[in-house]
């Protein structure tokens, strides 16, 4: 019906603003509706919901309904990555989430195309005219920063760097998943899942098909969409 | 009467046969009212922001009291406490090494124990007699703790408290008593909270101030609190040196694991969790755990003092919530 993506953090304005242009957008108001659950970061901050519900619970039910095969979900957002193995129902079997650090996020995209001065968006085609990536030694965003820094000192190309990042989060994010184990089919979620460059390097580090979630940075909100529903 | 301090459970009896105050000081630092003050007092002087809080918070509160002495543990709990200890010597404290032996060598043990006898200057028969007394009121610690998983009469917050405060009685072995007594007298009056996901909680104490009212608003509880309740020493053994050597605490993963898989089945719990500090050795530790513990596992890392951040409410949302359906 209705959809909207704002930037914003965690307690800010974002969510009332999403959900008023929301209502604009499906020209709907807000006594039509009959039932609000909320997920995410910002679930918290959000009055007047019926239930709030983390965004872990919200993936699985939403893949699952895009792709029932799923059984493996990876979502890589903005500040956080997670595993979820899921049953045929989407219901979370497993789970498993990286540790405080940024390295293996959508953050650490932000970051290393900022200092490769494009934009998030852009890094993944920059990255596939790579014909050699770059290795990216770091594992913690912020040195990283300074590694990438003296990489494009060192003249190496900026393709090339763009590429070994894609590499870095996929080492870091596949790791993980191992951890878990993987069961096919892999679907990956999140913003992340935009980027063709990680989708590729987390396959061939995974060593199986993953594949890109439909609106992959709404599969949280259709999940809680999909449970709202359900509960009436 | 004189405090001593000490950095992880040590044979309490001997600092009360010497009729000295015994002081938990990750008790005294976890229930001050500003911990996290504490941490950045260690950090202004100079401990790197890389290392675990409790550390800090513990070279911060010995500084802060006038302790007649501190035992640091240097073998059994984090190598750490070395460092910990020699800053403290710095600032002019009176340091008294106590190591657990790693092969759980009973002489090993006997000699540590020994040694701290004869610092204290105490017989055998004075710590023995004051092993009695305690004896008694650890009853009321495991009678508390059987009110928890089998009648489920009582919380997994209180089950806390009164089992982590067992190292050091909350240094008035008589009132904390007292207390305990009171309060099973009146939790045998409540009716048992029924239909709740249970829960085993392994590893360290949490630093978080609110992880249990959390896990409780969610429809879980604890009814394992793996290390508190080794504080409590559950061995029925008059025999002293038996008594820390069947303590699981010091001895690594393993020596622990056994005891968890046994309170595991016992307890019939639904998930473990498992948590870990930031910075801290027993986080690769964890992988033992996450491979021989066959139930639905989740892993915590808690870094400062305070109440439990937006990451970590997620993650125990979605395990309660995954054990739920």
């Known amino acids: 019906m209705a959809s909207k993506v704002i930037a914003s953090g965690t307690g800010t304005s974002g969510p009332i603003r999403v959900f008023e242009e929301v209502l604009v957008q499906a020209r709907i108001d807000a006594q039509d509706i009959v039932r609000m659950v909320a997920t995410g970061y910002g679930r918290m901050t959000f009055k007047g919901v019926d239930r709030q519900i983390s965004e872990i619970t919200c993936h699985a039910r939403g893949v699952s309904h895009l792709v029932p095969t799923a059984r493996t979900i990876i979502d890589i957002g903005g500040q956080d990555a997670k595993i979820i193995k899921i049953s045929d129902k989407g219901k979370v079997l497993n789970f498993l989430m990286n540790d405080k650090c940024a390295a293996g996020t959508g953050r650490f995209l932000e970051v290393m195309s900022r200092v490769l001065e494009t934009t998030v968006d852009q890094l993944g085609s920059l990255g596939s005219k790579s014909a050699k990536a770059a290795a990216i030694s770091s594992t913690c965003t912020v040195f990283a920063e300074s590694e990438v820094i003296s990489q494009l000192a060192a003249g190496i190309l900026k393709e090339d760097i763009a590429a070994g990042v894609h590499q870095a989060v996929a080492r870091r994010v596949a790791g993980l998943a191992r951890r878990v184990g993987i069961e096919e089919d892999v679907i990956l979620t999140g913003g992340v899942a935009q980027n063709p460059g990680v989708l590729e390097a987390l396959g061939k580090q995974l060593k199986t098909m993953v594949k890109s979630a439909p609106i992959p940075q709404f599969t949280g909100a259709l999940g809680a969409a999909i449970i709202a529903w359900e509960e009436l | ?325």
């Open chain 2, 1 to 325: 009467m004189g405090e001593i301090g000490f950095t992880t459970t040590i044979p309490v009896e001997i600092v009360i046969a010497a009729k000295k105050k015994p002081v938990d000081l990750n008790n005294l630092f976890i229930s001050s009212p500003r911990p996290q003050e504490l941490v950045d007092a260690a950090e202004q002087e100079g401990y790197p922001r890389n290392t675990c809080g409790w550390i800090k918070g513990l070279y911060s509160v010995a500084v802060k009291r006038s302790l007649e002495a501190v035992i640091a543990v240097i073998q059994g709990d984090c190598s750490n406490t070395q460092a910990l200890m020699e800053t403290l010597q710095l600032k002019g404290i009176n340091i008294i090494p106590f190591a657990y032996p790693f092969d759980r060598d009973r002489k090993t043990l006997e000699t540590q124990i020994f040694k701290l006898m004869d610092f204290f200057q105490v017989g055998i028969d004075d710590v023995l007699r004051v092993k009695a007394r305690l004896d008694n009121i650890r009853r009321l610690c495991w009678e508390l703790d059987s009110m928890t998983w089998q009648d489920d009469l009582v919380s997994g917050l209180e089950n806390h408290y009164y089992l982590v405060s067992s190292s050091d009685f909350n240094s008035d072995p008589f009132k904390y008593e007292k207390d305990l007594r009171n309060f099973i007298d009146k939790a045998k009056r409540r009716s048992p909270c029924k239909g709740q996901v249970r829960l085993a909680y392994i590893g360290v104490p949490p630093i978080f101030t609110d992880l249990y009212e959390v896990l409780e608003s969610m429809g879980a509880r604890v009814v394992f609190n793996e290390v508190q309740r080794q504080f409590s020493m559950p061995f029925k053994t008059g025999d002293i040196f038996e008594q820390y050597l069947n303590y699981t605490y010091p001895y690594g993963a393993f020596a622990r694991l056994e005891d968890i898989q046994e309170q595991l089945e016992q307890r019939m719990v639904d998930g473990v969790i498992h948590y870990t500090q930031t910075f801290c050795y027993r986080q690769i530790e964890d992988l033992i755990y996450r491979e021989k513990i066959k139930l639905p596992f989740l892993t915590l890392e808690g870094d400062k003092p305070g109440k439990v951040d937006a990451r970590t409410r997620m993650r125990l949302e979605a395990f309660v919530n995954m054990l739920k359906a």
